[in-house]
T-cell receptor, first 110, second 107 residues
Framework: DAGVIQSPRHEVTEMGQEVTLRCKPI?????LFWYRQTMMRGLELLIY????????DSGMPEDRFSAKMPNASFSTLKIQPSEPRDSAVYFC????????FGQGTRLTVV | QKEVEQNSGPLSVPEGAIASLNCTYS??????FFWYRQYSGKSPELIMS????GDKEDGRFTAQLNKASQYVSLLIRDSQPSDSATYLC???????FGAGTRLTVKP
């Protein structure tokens, strides 16, 4: 299995632009998680899905962030408009009973 | 808000020593507990899971769970410089993490 696949690996964008991060979970996993990691705040859970349904989005920082999971093999995290304080590494993870992480997307908003 | 807390660290131990990492959680009905290791610039990787009170051993790693006291710990025996990383505790199927403890093993 290829594991959890995230794209892009690196993203540099200008403030105000829309950013879309993508995740392909491990086949057969029924839960998917989006995290943001910074030095100051550590690894924060943004949202998680179970069977493609959002279960808890209380970690989504504000309305500029949105996440979708249209099917069992794909999820997106969108930031619109992006701000410099959104700069972080964003991880996607999928699980059945144990979670496995993708390689992450390093987002820089200038 | 369910919380997971870890001893702040950083933690430094000499090579060959036992490293002890601790985690407490607030949700009394938590059932699943996980330890992840994250090397600098890499993604977290699962090293241990534990579901029942007591100890679970896997090689040099031992996870200890005490549900009554709401803590879970990770012991690393015969610590090696390659164990130097940040160790993250996660609780339950919603996978909320503690802040992590940075461990340095000095040769």
């Amino acid at each position: 299995d290829a594991g959890v696949i995230q794209s892009p690996r690196h993203e540099v964008t200008e403030m105000g632009q829309e950013v879309t991060l993508r995740c392909k979970p491990i086949s057969g996993h029924n839960s998917l998680f989006w995290y943001r990691q910074t030095m100051m705040r550590g690894l924060e859970l943004l949202i998680y899905f179970n069977n493609n349904v959002p279960i808890d989005d209380s970690g989504m920082p504000e309305d500029r962030f949105s996440a979708k999971m249209p099917n069992a093999s794909f999820s997106t995290l969108k930031i619109q408009p992006s701000e410099p304080r959104d700069s972080a590494v964003y991880f996607c993870a999928s699980s059945t009973t144990k979670a496995f992480f993708g390689q992450g997307t390093r987002l820089t908003v200038v | 808000q369910k919380e997971v807390e870890q001893n702040s660290g950083p933690l430094s131990v000499p090579e060959g020593a036992i490293a002890s990492l601790n985690c407490t959680y607030s949700d009394r009905v938590s059932q699943s507990f996980f330890w992840y290791r994250q090397y600098s610039g890499k993604s977290p990787e699962l090293i241990m899971s534990i579901y029942s009170n007591g100890d679970k051993e896997d090689g040099r790693f031992t996870a200890q769970l005490n549900k009554a006291s709401q803590y879970v710990s990770l012991l690393i025996r015969d610590s090696q410089p390659s164990d130097s990383a940040t160790y993250l505790c996660a609780v339950n199927n919603d996978m909320r993490f503690g802040a992590g403890t940075r461990l340095t093993v000095k040769p």
